[in-house]
């Protein structure tokens, strides 16, 4: 019995990685993460765990078999959290074929570095699966036994990954096992993605510094919960006595435009909205007086998707029942508090930082500054 506490996660510099390794050296673990090179720092998440004597990082990519075989060689680990992946679906439609590369041929080399190590038995396994694999809804709300039916370059990768899990946990007996998680959001989560392009841009405008947000399909229907609730999850997935697959979901559901009010609404903003489809507006009605009367809300076909997936609502009974994990934690009004908070200080921090970096220029200019 090893009884080490050694975590490696792939996707560590992202959303749920830098969370989910706050959580485990919590818990007493060496936390190894892999990362890739880049030309530009992108460990903005991580950066406060740099240093730390639980925390180590080693370079890799999904899709360099050489690589993951030899920092699972190097680090041994007891559990694998592999999160790693090309995860925002409308670029998946742009880059198809890099998104199967990591998303879905990645989780196979994952468990093939395992497998050439010798660490079938003494290692186990968690992928990071998704609630896109339901796509094209076939029953609402969806718990683990509702068919699949992917909507996306994205969704279609997810699910070999999905497969292969599976098909290693039956084939070799290795203790692998998927979260299909529904969309989990936070301050650390990336700018593109919708909760936090509109909770940017809701601050950005009661700051006066955007004058308009554009979006797509504001009718969608997403079940939003909190990263840092849900990587909690992850863990407690791997702690159970059988590999299992879970959903982990909040149980509640709420629209594009529901998110875009409530974010605006935080941010000292009440928007009406007005009109149909692409002419729907959201036009604010009460706030700061420059404000009041104008269109700050407006829809783009830039934002529409070939295929969108528009009505994901999860069951969370197993994972509430069998993990004993609570979906309640952080409420939708919670989660958008937080976000637009932390938002509106890095917006007016971003103020005072390019106002010192005018000030420093022109210090410099005039000669006072060396
Ligand atoms: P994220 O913020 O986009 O992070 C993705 C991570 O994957 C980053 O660390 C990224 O590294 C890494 N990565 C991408 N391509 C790689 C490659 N070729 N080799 C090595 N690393 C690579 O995603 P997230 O929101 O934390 O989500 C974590 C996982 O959960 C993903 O697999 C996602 O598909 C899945 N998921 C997310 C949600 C959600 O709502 N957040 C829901 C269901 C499932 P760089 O920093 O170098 O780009
Ligand atoms: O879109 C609509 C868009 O990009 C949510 C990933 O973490 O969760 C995430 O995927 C909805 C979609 O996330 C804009 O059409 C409207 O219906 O925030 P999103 P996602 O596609 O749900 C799943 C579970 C994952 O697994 C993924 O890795 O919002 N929408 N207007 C928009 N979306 C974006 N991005 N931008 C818009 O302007």
Redesign the pocket.
């Known amino acids: 019995m090893d009884n080490r506490k050694v975590a490696l996660i792939t996707g560590v510099t992202g959303q749920d990685g830098s969370y989910l390794s706050e959580f485990l050296i919590e818990k007493g673990y060496q936390v190894h993460g892999i990362i890739r090179r880049s030309s530009v720092d992108y460990r903005e998440r991580i950066a406060h765990l740099e240093g730390h004597p639980q925390f180590h990082l080693h370079y890799g990519d999904m899709g360099d078999s050489m690589s993951l075989v030899k920092v699972v060689a190097t680090v041994r680990p007891t559990e694998i959290y592999n999160l790693a992946?090309q995860?925002?679906?409308?670029v998946s439609f742009d880059a198809p074929e890099f998104t199967a590369d990591v998303d879905a041929t990645g989780v196979l080399r994952v468990l093939e570095a395992v497998r050439a190590n010798h660490l079938e038995h003494e290692c186990r396994i968690y992928q990071a699966s998704?609630?896109?694999l339901y796509g094209k809804v076939e029953e609402v709300p969806q718990n683990e036994n509702t068919p699949f039916h992917p909507y996306s370059p994205?969704a279609v990768a997810?699910l070999y990954g999905f497969w292969i899990i599976k098909e290693y946990r039956e084939a070799y007996n290795m203790f692998c096992c998927s979260g299909i998680?529904?969309?989990h959001e936070s301050e650390r989560r990336g700018e593109?993605?919708?909760?936090r392009?509109i909770t940017l841009a809701a601050a950005r405008i009661a700051q006066g510094k955007q004058e308009k947000l554009?979006?797509?399909?504001?009718s969608?229907l997403?079940d939003w919960g909190y990263a840092k609730d849900y990587v909690e999850c992850m863990w407690l997935i791997l702690q159970q006595p059988e590999p299992e697959d879970f959903v982990i979901a909040t149980g509640e559901q709420h629209s594009?435009r529901e998110f875009t009010y409530a974010a605006f609404k935080a941010a000292g903003i009440e928007l009406r909205f007005e009109g149909e489809d692409m002419e729907e507006k959201g036009i604010c009605v009460k706030g700061p007086a420059e404000l009041v009367g104008k269109v700050l809300v407006e829809v783009s076909p830039d934002?529409?998707?070939p295929t969108?997936?528009?009505n994901?609502w999860g069951d969370p009974t197993k994972a509430k029942t069998k993990l004993g994990w609570n979906p309640s934690k952080t409420t939708f009004e919670q989660l958008v508090s937080i976000m637009v908070k932390h938002d509106m200080e890095k917006v007016a921090a971003e103020h005072v930082a390019s106002v010192m970096r005018t000030n420093l220029a022109e210090y410099l200019e005039k000669g006072l500054v060396k």
């Open positions: 992946a995860s925002h679906v409308q998704t609630s896109e994205y997810k998680l529904f969309n593109t993605f919708v909760t392009k554009l979006l797509g399909n504001l969608s997403r594009v934002f529409y998707r969108d997936v528009v994901l």
